[in-house]
């Protein structure tokens, strides 16, 4: 019995570790330079769901692209109104040009205007 729980303690430091490594890779920001076709697409899908809540707001993303391209929200937060339709957006486009990395994305839903996708160092100079 003590060996299992030895063990278990030492699967549990191993997976606090590895998600701690994850979580310190820096992230970039150039996610609409490696993939244009999600700041064209992004937008479109998302127009419908910025005219039925018809207020500004933001969502700052952390995404993961894997290998093949897929995209995947690892993190979320912003205006609680658009996540859902932010998180289903995102993860229904694939971007086979871009590294295979974290990035960084924050979408920014603002009035009279489609919402618009901008890396946070765009963000900045804004």
Known sequence: MRRITSFAAVA???SATA???AQSTPLRDDILAQCPALGEQLPELLAST???VDRQGSVQLELRVSPQGQLSVERLNGTRAYLVATRQAVQALQCPTAAAERYS???R???DTPPKAATVR???AL
């Open 109 to 111: 839903f603002a009035d």
């Open 50 to 52: 910025k005219q039925q």
């Open 12 to 14: 549990t430091l191993l």
């Open 122 to 124: 765009q963000l900045a």
């Open 105 to 107: 994305l924050t979408v």
């Open 19 to 21: 998600v701690a490594q």
